[in-house]
């Protein structure tokens, strides 16, 4: 079977993020990027589908500039066969970013696309749910438990109410959530390794995607601080007069 | 002026809270506003929802394909209905979460996640990078504004209407290649962690499942849902959907009490928008103390039972 991963570029999930100083936007010059994490996830378990004995060959796609070569290498030294990078120095929105992937899929006709819930930098959590309509296949999202069969998949999603199971037939799309799996850490001579698969690249409009919707983004701020203020009781009596006080007892 | 259609969320029985936060979120942008309830049976669902205020007509699409919340069955149904429409409204949850982007992609519209703030009708604010930073984003009025409301930045919307309930006929063909198989639930008869008034978290500090009977406890003393923090989910204390925070769920309760929680920017990320923060943990140094409103340094062990009693005592 073919499994196409997709993997967006963000700014590191350990870093603190800090707003321009003009309001312009987001800090990134000089800022550690990684592979989305739920991203991350989603290689992960195309990797393990591969090891559980699946003739599995896995494919890294990501829609960026050149820098994301950078975020596909380590894909491929995580055990990605190949890659492809859809090259493009304009922002992407999850509409654009689905069109994008589906033109991808017609390329590819692969038998499951994984990917991450949402990326933790726009966390819009829209393009593996638009795909799948563009696509006119099943999707399941936040998925934290996937059963391979042949030409279907059981899914369990956690849903606000707990743990939802439903099964799709394949092709699907998958998106991952946080619990699927615990990503690999990359190893050195897989790195080297890495270097000598292929990473292919396309320009976006080479894909002929039409022309499609955006949001404009109008300004940036800061989100508003709590006051806390962390006022200090004594004892459970004094909490508990301290909330009546609040008006919350 | 706007016509809205905003999507009930509900497990076939009862009405999900979030919609009705969803509801103070159409009312903010103003105009027309019908609730559209897909179900199997719309019956009681749809009479709650014909009793918020200023809605004009509950539409119930009433298919057995629609018994359980499947996007890939529902967007098509609901892409159907939007055609009469300038907004489609779902809440922030899993739900919409899932069902929003697909009808998305089938009207072609370019959608807006986790609506915070309505400046205008196709204007507003909505948060990223985790709440890190808000952007303000206007979009496209045609063919029409699509987005799922942010439950924690709504109040739920006032009750005192009774709209008119319309059985509607959709003719929309639906797909078969996804099939729901069942839900597990670990809740039980607390209240709902997502929509409760009252939410009591227990952290790491806790120590252990059996532990976190004295978290319970002290919920159900205070008739309040029960949270925790991710430390605690991941070392095994509580199931997965009781998580509070940045990767779980993200509330805002009149009353927030952590218990034993140290406060990582993930797990205040999901409770900054609520009332009153109250936080009991032994380290005097611990980060939530920070944006607490009150703080009693102590070993929850001892702290609980005091306040259990000093709770009775109050009655």
Known sequence: ?249 | MAKILLIAEHDGQSLNPATAKAVSCAQAIGGDLDIAVFASSAGAVAEKASKFEGVARVLTVERPENEAPLASVLAPQIAALAADYTHVLLPSTTFGKDVMPRVAALLGVAPISDIMTVIDPTTFKRPIYAGNAIVTVKAPAEPLVLGTARTASFQPAAEGGSADIVAKQLDVELPTHTRYVGLKSGGGDRPDLQSASRVVSGGRGVGSEENFQIIYKLADKLNAAVGASRAAVDAGFVPNEMQVGQTGKIIAPELYVAVGISGAIQHCTGIKDAGTIVAINKDPDAPIFEMADIGLVGDLFEVLPELEKALDARA
């Open chain 1, 1 to 249: 079977m073919k499994i196409l991963v997709a993997i967006k570029r963000v700014i590191d999930a350990n870093v603190r993020v800090q707003l321009k100083r003009d309001g312009s936007g987001i800090v990134t010059d000089g800022v550690k990027m990684s592979i989305n994490p739920f991203d991350e996830i989603a290689l992960e378990e195309a990797l393990r589908i591969r090891e559980s004995g699946k003739d599995a060959e896995i494919v890294a796609v990501s829609i960026g500039s050149d820098a994301s070569q950078q975020q596909l290498r380590t894909a491929l030294a995580m055990g990605a066969d190949r890659a492809l990078l859809v090259k493009t120095d304009g922002e992407v929105q999850p509409l654009h970013a689905a069109h994008t992937l589906l033109a991808v899929i017609r390329k590819e006709q692969p038998d499951l696309v994984l990917m991450g819930k949402q990326a933790i930098d726009d966390d819009s959590n829209q393009t593996g749910q638009m795909l799948a309509a563009l696509w006119q296949r099943p999707q399941a999202t936040f998925t934290s438990k996937l059963d391979l069969d042949s030409d279907k998949a059981s899914c369990t999603r956690e849903v606000d109410a707990g743990l939802e199971t439903i099964e799709v037939d394949l092709p699907a799309v998958v998106t991952t959530d946080l619990r699927l799996n615990q990503p690999r850490y990359v190893k050195m001579p897989d790195i080297m390794k890495a270097k000598r698969k292929p990473l292919d690249t396309i320009g976006l409009t080479e894909l002929g995607t039409p022309e499609l919707p955006k949001l404009e983004i109008t300004a940036y701020e800061a989100p508003q601080g709590r006051a806390g203020g962390g006022k200090k009781v004594g004892n459970a009596a004094e909490l508990v007069a301290a909330l009546k006080e609040r008006g919350v007892l």
